[in-house]
């Protein structure tokens, strides 16, 4: 079945970098792109990027210009996801999500996602 | 770009009974609307796209409905695992990954 597996919870201070992996196994690695989005305590979710494992092509929200770097690995079919100048407010659950492409839209659903990963920023 | 508004926040429903939960989009996104289910301490699981269609898995109980700007999500014959929270997702514009809502609390009455 499909799957995707992502690392262990991570604790940094603030001005580090974090850098969180998806590891997709069930399905082609390259056929389907690949969504980060996020979950900070008490909110809702946020869409962070999106990357073409294929290729290394990325699109990502303006929030995040100049602090996300996502890259892929097709050796070992997993995804990348890197932040860098945390601050107290990037303390989340990270999500990485299979873009399921849907006729007539330009976005696409995530399914499925994988189970999280805990980033806390703390001095 | 496009803001998803969902209401209520909270829904107190007893199990056995039905839940109607709202989304109404900033402007028209056809059909382009799904349904994310999250279970406290879980991933989002994917309930409903298109708007109507269930994805794999999920049971009949679930409907959704709508198009252009106002949708709708129901369960009917609540069960003790549909207690969760519910997002709306659009996924019809940019950016590439949509927009949700802030979520629906379902919680047991």
């Known amino acids: 079945q499909v799957q995707l597996v992502q690392s262990g919870a991570e604790v940094k201070k603030p001005g580090a970098s974090v850098k969180v992996s998806c590891k997709a196994s069930g399905y082609t690695f390259t056929n389907y792109y690949m969504h980060w989005v996020r979950e900070a305590p008490g909110q809702g979710l946020e869409w962070m990027g999106i990357?073409?494992?294929?290729?290394?092509?990325?699109s990502h929200g303006k929030k995040f210009q100049g602090r996300v770097a996502m890259t892929s690995d097709t050796v070992t079919s997993t995804v990348y996801m890197e932040l860098s100048n945390l601050r107290s407010e990037d303390t989340a659950v990270y999500y990485c999500?299979?873009?399921?492409?849907?006729?007539?839209?330009?976005?696409?659903?995530?399914?499925?996602w994988g189970q999280g990963t805990l980033v806390t920023v703390s001095s | 770009e496009v803001v998803m508004t969902q209401s209520p926040a909270t829904l107190s429903v007893s199990p056995g009974e039905s839940a109607t939960l709202s989304c109404r989009a900033s402007?028209?996104?056809?059909?382009?609307l799904a349904w994310y289910q999250q279970i406290p301490g879980q991933a989002p699981r994917l309930v409903i796209y298109?708007?109507?269609t269930r994805a794999t898995g999920i049971p009949a109980r679930f409907s959704g409905s709508g198009s252009g700007t106002e949708f709708t999500l129901t369960i009917s014959n609540l069960q003790s695992e549909d207690f969760a929270i519910y997002y709306c997702h659009q996924y019809n514009n940019w950016p590439p990954g949509g927009t949700f809502g802030q979520g629906t609390k379902l919680e047991i009455k």
């Open positions: 402007q028209s996104i056809s059909g382009n």
């Open positions: 999500a299979r873009a399921v492409p849907m006729p007539g839209a330009k976005g696409t659903t995530l399914d499925p």
């Open positions: 298109g708007a109507s």
């Open positions: 990357i073409n494992p294929s290729g290394g092509g990325t």
